[in-house]
């Protein structure tokens, strides 16, 4: 005859340090879902034994660039602070967690990109958004060189991960000469290319349209161009309201402090462009 086993009765009598160590061997998803199981192992999801292991190791330095003050009791309560976005390093860099998995991610602002031209306020105006995160954005206000580029440093991000580059930006209604050459997107590491392709920034209409430029009024033309082939991106709404374009991908396992460098560039044209708000370049894991 089979005996009847209650099985959450055998897991209610496990010492909650040994279920809080099983679990963080886990990922927080899946310890947040095992947690359904039993009242003890309810109970253990409040050990900082477990949390400690899903936040980052360095996170102490992180909650220090804070620009406002964390305020937390448990490593639980911080790991749920650190899983929405923050803003970091003077407010030119924004941080979160990956709540599923604990993976770190990163926006770099315009002001912490290199963009060229950008100190010149004939191509480039900063004005401030109420949409965005950052104090100021980027406007391209005319010009036929387009350079944008972000680097980060490999120790800052998540080990034997991969991660996804975006380009965060607005096009205006009054954009214009975007569809006139495709974009070139590269992402290096350590001086080696991980990936490159194409972008298109704008609509696939062709349309002429007259723009001041200086006083003068001109006219610009884009092209027909067949977009999202292969290695080929395009804009996609963001549920912000932003739109975003992948700049390629890349795995970050376990090497020394290498710095990433990711960029678009569309500078063989040599048309004259417009109407792009950049907000900056988000790097975060890719699935």
């Keep these: 005859m089979e005996a009847n086993f209650d099985t959450n009765c055998y897991f209610n009598v496990l010492p909650e340090e040994c279920v809080a160590t099983v679990f963080s061997l886990t990922c927080p998803l899946d310890a947040c879902r095992s947690s359904l199981v039993s009242s003890s192992f309810r109970s253990a999801m409040d050990s900082d034994i477990i949390w400690d292991k899903f936040l980052p190791s360095d996170w102490p330095e992180i909650v220090s660039k804070s620009v406002s003050p964390l305020a937390f009791s448990s ?67 005319t ?18 991960t991969m991660y996804g580059a975006y380009l965060i930006m607005k096009i205006s209604d009054r954009a214009y000469g975007l569809d006139s050459e495709a974009a070139e997107i590269s992402i290096e590491i350590g001086g080696r290319q991980a990936s490159k392709g194409k972008a298109y920034l704008g609509s696939k209409q062709k349309s002429d349209s007259s723009v001041l430029v200086d ?18 991106q395009i804009p996609c709404e963001k549920e912000d309201g932003w739109v975003e374009i992948e700049l390629g991908k890349f795995f970050n396992g376990v090497r020394d402090d290498d710095e990433v460098k990711m960029s678009l560039k569309e500078v063989k044209g040599y048309q004259l462009k417009g109407g792009i708000i950049v907000e900056g370049m988000e790097v975060r894991p890719k699935h």
Excluded at 215 to 232: P, Q, R
């Design 75 to 141: 490593k639980k309560e911080l790991f749920a602070l650190l899983c929405h976005p923050f803003l970091i390093d003077a407010g030119k860099i924004s941080f979160k967690l990956e709540k599923s998995s604990g993976k770190k991610s990163y926006i770099l602002s315009a002001r912490a990109l290199s963009i060229t031209w950008s100190s010149n306020p004939i191509y480039w105006s900063w004005v401030s958004m109420q949409e965005s995160r950052f104090s100021e954005v980027a406007v391209l206000r």
């Design 143 to 160: 010009s036929n060189w387009l350079e944008i580029e972000g680097k980060i440093k490999t120790k800052m991000l998540s080990q034997n």
């Design 215 to 232: 006083g003068m009024e001109m006219m610009v033309t884009s092209k027909l161009i067949d977009k999202g082939g292969e290695n080929e």
